[in-house]
């Protein structure tokens, strides 16, 4: 969780927390791990299940569609779910 000097440093950061930042992040404000996984996946298929209008749109202004931007996420998510079900 470190910290970053502008938007495009950001931007190039991945989207899941390393495991000792995820699980200081659960000690401190308490929460299920596998839930948040589950949450997290949810609110990107709905952003994967948008109309074309919505898309068009966002092309216009050069944004990726959400199922590529959040792919090799949604992978790591549902790798870290897979793991925690078993």
């Known amino acids: 969780m470190q910290g970053s000097n502008h938007l495009e440093?950001?931007?190039r950061r991945p989207l899941d927390l390393c495991p000792i930042c995820l699980r200081k992040l659960q000690a401190s404000?308490?929460?299920?791990?596998?839930?948040?996984?589950k949450a997290l996946l949810r609110w990107m298929d709905e952003?994967?299940?948008?109309?074309?209008?919505?898309?068009?749109n966002e092309a216009k202004l050069g944004l990726q569609e959400p199922?590529?931007?959040?792919?090799e996420g949604r992978e790591w998510l549902q790798k870290c779910l897979d793991v925690l079900q078993t």
């Not at 404000?29 to 996984?37: A, K, Q, V």
């Not at 199922?67 to 792919?71: G, L, R, S, T």
């Open 9 to 11: 440093e950001s931007d």
């Open 29 to 37: 404000i308490g929460f299920n791990i596998e839930e948040r996984c």
């Open 67 to 71: 199922v590529e931007v959040f792919k």
């Open 47 to 56: 952003g994967a299940s948008r109309t074309e209008a919505e898309l068009s």
